[in-house]
């Protein structure tokens, strides 16, 4: 969905560096989420905020930070990245307006760690 | 534990033929949806149905709904080849809620 960019969009590193992947979003949506897919796996949550104040850890936080600059922006962090978070990671949006939690995906990041 | 679980993992079929997904899931729901993602690209809503409704369609998908067994059935009539990709159903507990996806089903519908 157009309305909804990550970057990169690839991005290969090394273990130990420091990863920012950035989410922006044009729908107007207040809940922003995060998520991390691996071959042959369904999606797992990481953060997700319901608004710009309000961030809340999902199933698999650990290792991970995020920061909801604004309500159109949301990224995602790793400080220090080890080989077992290479995977797909997605960012989504959703507005509470609607009652139902349809969420809207971005394309994708596709991170690698050496 | 995931909330919603898919079966089959794997589906393979001709074209015209139909394609049935089911998702289970286990705690009390306020929707299900399904999601389709072609590979390697992000997920795309198609359909939503209420924890108060049974049945629901949308073009050639048909999806059902039965509280009492916890399971949703997606079904593709007609098959094209570009149907092929994998689909999810989510959980939405409400409110504060976040959706819960299942490990999806691969179709494959060959020419």
């Known amino acids: 969905d157009a309305d909804v960019t990550q970057t990169p969009r690839n991005r290969i590193t090394k273990t130990g560096k420091r990863i920012m992947l950035e989410c922006s979003q044009t729908k107007g949506h207040d809940r922003m989420y995060w998520y991390r897919q691996d071959p042959g796996l369904g999606l797992r949550l990481i953060y997700y905020s319901f608004d710009v104040k309000d961030i809340n850890k999902g199933e698999i936080s650990d290792g991970y930070s995020v920061s909801r600059q604004a309500q159109a922006k949301f990224s995602l962090s790793l400080e220090s990245a080890i080989p077992n978070q290479t995977a797909l990671y997605f960012c989504?949006?959703?507005?509470?307006?609607?009652?139902?939690?349809?969420?809207?995906f971005g394309p994708g990041t596709r991170l690698t760690v050496l | 534990s995931q909330q919603g679980e898919e079966d089959p993992q794997a589906l393979s079929i001709q074209e015209g033929e139909n394609a049935t997904m089911n998702c289970s899931y286990k705690t009390s729901i306020n929707n299900l949806q399904w999601y389709r993602q072609n590979s390697g690209r992000g997920l795309v809503h198609l359909i939503l149905i209420r924890s108060n409704e049974r049945e629901k369609h949308s073009g050639r998908l048909r999806v059902t709904l039965d509280t009492s067994k916890k399971s949703s059935s997606l079904l593709i009539t007609a098959s094209r080849a570009a149907d092929t990709a994998s689909y999810f159903c989510?959980?939405?507990?409400?409110?504060?809620?976040?959706?819960?996806f299942g490990e999806g089903t691969q179709l494959t519908v060959n020419p």
């Open positions: 989504a949006t959703s507005d509470s307006r609607q009652g139902h939690n349809e969420q809207f």
């Open positions: 989510a959980t939405d507990g409400g409110s504060r809620s976040r959706l819960t």
